[in-house]
T-cell receptor
């Protein structure tokens, strides 16, 4: 099955710093999403981005489907950005399962 | 739009008892829902795919008799952990199949079996 690799596994930032999280996947995908899991476990959908570039405030994401990777950019990081960021992909059409990467654990210090 | 409500958020039960977790799609119909399990500091692992009006499809290694899934309507799927044991303690989270917003997840249920 499709493999999803995220890097780095852990990241520590000072408040205000910028960062880039990467997601590599081993096969063509129909769906790709970035999630932020907060300390209470809630998965917050950041981007639904099988291809192209999207921006939402301080966050933006780019997926290059032909090269099988996606990047999540966090600018001017805040302490509330702390948590785990997951990339998840669906490699087939229709209502199929999402395969999650191992996640990037981000800690933003004041 | 595309809100999934999951209850309870937290449950503690005694070993040997059963626990039911509900997952509802509030503003859309979900013919397919997914149940995931997450151990501390690990990623989400799919347990089963719940299909409205038919049997669930379980992932390899998941005991279908222990984790009973029912998807009786287009807005409700339930996961029942039967004869729970301490090793079943985990974070369980449901998801609805793609909408215009992608896959949408419930808020999760933290199960502790004592």
């Amino acid at each position: 099955g499709i493999q999803v690799e995220q890097s780095p596994p852990d990241l520590i930032l000072q408040e205000g710093a910028n960062s880039t999280l990467r997601c590599n996947f081993s096969d063509s995908v129909n769906n790709l999403q970035w999630f932020h899991q907060n300390p209470w476990g809630q998965l917050i959908n950041l981007f639904y981005i099988p291809s192209g570039t999207k921006q939402n405030g301080r966050l933006s994401a780019t997926t290059v489907a032909t090269e099988r990777y996606s990047l999540l950019y966090i600018s001017s990081s805040q302490t509330t950005d702390s948590g785990v960021y997951f990339c998840a992909v669906d490699d087939s059409g229709g209502y199929n399962k999402l395969i999650f990467g191992a996640g990037t654990r981000l800690a933003v210090h004041p | 739009g595309a809100v999934v409500s999951q209850h309870p958020s937290r449950v503690i039960c005694k070993s040997g008892t059963s626990v039911k977790i509900e997952c509802r799609s509030l503003d859309f119909q979900a013919t397919t829902m997914f149940w995931y399990r997450q151990f501390p500091k690990q990623s989400l692992m799919l347990m089963a795919t719940s299909n409205e009006g038919s049997k669930a499809t379980y992932e390899q290694g998941v005991e279908k008799d222990k984790f009973l899934i029912n998807h009786a309507s287009l807005t409700l799927s339930t996961l029942t952990v039967t004869s729970a044991h301490p090793e079943d303690s985990s974070f369980y989270i449901c998801s609805a199949a793609p909408t215009n917003y992608g896959y949408t997840f419930g808020s999760g249920t933290r199960l502790t079996v004592v």
